[in-house]
């Protein structure tokens, strides 16, 4: 049964609509589609077309290991593709019966629900869609409720690390604003937000609520660490980087075809001539890159409810987790797109680096493999995010 409630939610998208068939790469793409017991009893309960009912019958297998959430699965084709889509791209499930008889997954994707302390609606952007609309404006992305409707299963109470005293709703907007501060350049405002973490860590630990107040209030004054890339900085960004996408290779086909095509283009004995020509001509071929990237890095903060994530991290280490996801886009961006022009396909590969981080525990592992690669400490972590 649906409730309705007021959700907040990303300005921009609070009227998103689904592309369908007009996605260029489709959210089930590549990815298993589970159901749990009470979506699969609906939809096989359902009256449907013989067509649909053969697509059914191949397509949904139980679960070896049934549990209540996890009852059946659609596995993806050879291709990658779900055997539900119709060859239009539709699905062909949402096609005949509407959006109600759809896994739970596939009625609320891209959307990301959560109840404690308040109702948001947020929005992934492994979303094509979703990254389309964001990228339209130029302006900070704005937060706002709207009454809206969803059938709502069983919730569970947020865990915190730290006591966050009550003001949770309040420190993750105001995280996000340092983002959006403009009067400084995003690797700064990048920069800004782990020392808040830092300060911040420091804060609940000792639960001082008189310090998180004048900190959310406008008390907030540092000085961030002046850098300048050089050939030694590069070489050790890429050094990373490359680790990175090694232990993430297996995970993404599509991320990884990306990364080797980064490496290869940085790979030479020039390869700072090569960044720095790559720098110029991404940010030349796409001027408002750097609203692109704010708006991404506000939307999967608010989509993972940064820094409370609800696992047993420290704010520092989401703040890695985040700068991992910065550093990758900003790598692929320049390793793959200094000699492109088209939007769609730039598009495409941030959507797929999203799909990499919302489909898999990259947020709870980032960390860890940055600091197994020697890049964990706030020096090494503000070097990275600077080239």
């Known amino acids: 049964m649906k409730e309705?409630?007021?959700y907040l939610l990303p300005a921009p998208l609070k009227n998103f609509v689904c592309k369908m068939g007009a996605c260029r790469h489709a959210c089930c793409e590549g990815w298993p589609i589970t159901f749990s017991v009470d979506d699969y009893f609906r939809l096989m309960g359902s009256e449907h077309s013989a067509e649909l009912g053969e697509r059914l019958d191949r397509g949904i297998k139980l679960n070896l290991s049934p549990t209540p959430d996890r009852y059946a699965i659609i596995y993806p084709k050879y291709d990658g593709n779900c055997p539900m889509r119709l060859p239009d791209g539709r699905c062909s499930i949402q096609a005949e019966l509407g959006e109600g008889v759809l896994a739970a997954v596939c009625r609320l994707y891209p959307r990301g629900l959560h109840f404690d302390p308040v109702y948001e609606c947020s929005f992934s952007n492994s979303c094509e869609g979703v990254l389309e609309v964001l990228f339209e404006s130029d302006a900070p992305i704005s937060f706002v409720k709207k009454p809206m409707a969803f059938d709502i299963n069983a919730r569970r109470k947020r865990s915190y690390?730290?006591?966050?005293m009550g003001r949770e709703e309040d420190i993750r907007l105001w995280l996000i604003s340092l983002v959006q501060e403009r009067a400084y350049p995003l690797t700064v405002r990048i920069l800004r937000l782990g020392k808040a973490l830092l300060a911040?860590?420091?804060?609940?630990?000792?639960?001082?609520?008189?310090?998180l107040d004048t900190l959310l209030d406008g008390g907030f004054i540092t000085d961030v660490p002046d850098i300048?890339?050089?050939?030694?900085?590069?070489a050790d960004g890429l050094h990373i980087m490359e680790r990175l996408l090694a232990i993430l290779d297996g995970r993404s086909n599509s991320v990884c075809d990306y990364g080797e095509e980064a490496?290869?283009?940085f790979t030479s004995d020039n390869s700072f001539?090569?960044?720095?020509?790559?720098?110029?001509?991404?940010e030349t071929t796409f001027?408002?890159?750097?609203i692109w990237f704010e708006h991404m890095l506000v939307n999967h903060m608010f989509f993972e409810q940064f820094p409370f994530q609800d696992r047993p991290e420290k704010p520092w280490d989401e703040f890695v987790s985040v700068c991992a996801v910065y550093s990758l886009l900003r790598f692929l961006s320049l390793g793959c797109f200094s000699a492109r022009e088209s939007y769609g396909a730039y598009v495409d590969m941030c959507a797929a680096l999203f799909r990499l981080v919302g489909h898999t525990a990259?947020?709870?592992?980032?960390?860890?493999?940055?600091a197994s690669v020697g890049c964990h400490m706030p020096d090494k972590v503000f070097e990275l995010i600077s080239l």
């Open 263 to 265: 490496l290869k283009y």
């Open 362 to 370: 990259f947020s709870a592992y980032a960390g860890r493999m940055l």
């Open 200 to 211: 911040l860590d420091d804060i609940m630990e000792r639960k001082d609520k008189a310090a």
């Open 161 to 164: 690390v730290f006591d966050t």
């Open 273 to 282: 001539d090569a960044y720095l020509n790559a720098r110029q001509s991404f």
């Open 4 to 6: 309705e409630h007021e």
């Open 287 to 290: 001027p408002r890159w750097e």
């Open 228 to 234: 300048c890339v050089d050939k030694e900085h590069l």
